[in-house]
């Protein structure tokens, strides 16, 4: 199974602040690479798929980028309502493998 | 509008067994892969079962192999996961989820229902 890894598994940030999770997985996924976003007691959010491409009606703060094993979200400028946990999952094959999560707190 | 709605969840005794429905509304239900994938109390998503547009193909998660079964039926535009021989360890929030083909990416979910095995 490909196992995916998500740094760091929290942080810390103001309004503003330009935010970046990384993700690896432990073989190449190509760009097989989607993120998502969740909030307390929602349904998981698609925010970009095929690793850099952004879901229609996201906010364009929201970018990916990486190929290959190593991948990148980037909020490029944080806003009250991305205080989230997010997760990348890689759709390269099955069993398809998630993250552990990244939450984004308030600083 | 597309639409994903989930039911079936509930209490269920440890070695018990439970069926999820998942009803698809606003998309042409039968032209889409669809899988389900589980959040316990607190942690991460687990992806859990992948079905293809026919029911052609179908994969499981090794951690539900043998005791989770998927099916749909494109004439009801639903779907469908028979959840047999369950333990604690299957406790938790059961969403569906549409996938689309070229990439495979997850791009609609469901609300998800809550599965709680304990006695």
């Known amino acids: 199974d490909i196992q995916m890894t998500q740094s760091p598994s929290s942080l810390s940030a103001s309004v503003g602040d330009r935010v970046t999770i990384t993700c690896r997985a432990s073989?190449?996924?190509?760009?097989?690479l989607n993120w998502f976003q969740q909030k307390p007691g929602k349904a998981p959010k698609l925010l970009i798929y095929a690793a850099s491409s952004l879901q229609s009606g996201v906010p364009s703060r929201f970018s990916g980028s990486g190929s290959g094993t190593d991948f990148t979200l980037t909020i490029s400028s944080l806003q009250p309502e991305d205080f989230a946990t997010y997760y990348c999952?890689?759709?390269?094959?099955?069993?398809?493998?998630f993250g552990q999560g990244t939450k984004v707190e308030i600083k | 509008e597309v639409q994903l709605v989930e039911s079936g969840g509930g209490l269920v005794q440890p070695g018990g067994s439970l069926r999820l429905s998942c009803a698809a509304s606003g998309f042409t239900f039968s032209s889409y892969e669809m899988n389900w994938v589980r959040q316990a109390p607190g942690k991460g998503l687990e992806w859990v079962s992948y079905?293809?547009?026919?029911?052609?193909?179908?994969h499981y998660a090794d951690s539900v192999k043998g005791r989770f079964t998927i099916s749909r039926d494109n004439a009801k535009n639903s779907l469908y996961l028979q959840m047999n021989s369950l333990g604690a360890e299957d406790t938790a929030v059961y969403y569906c989820?549409?996938?689309?083909?070229?990439?495979?990416?997850?791009?609609?979910w469901g609300q998800g229902t809550l599965v709680t095995v304990s006695s």
């Open positions: 073989q190449t996924i190509s760009s097989y």
């Open positions: 989820a549409r996938e689309v083909g070229y990439n495979n990416y997850f791009d609609y």
């Open positions: 079905i293809s547009s026919g029911a052609g193909t179908i």
């Open positions: 999952q890689q759709s390269y094959t099955t069993p398809r493998t």
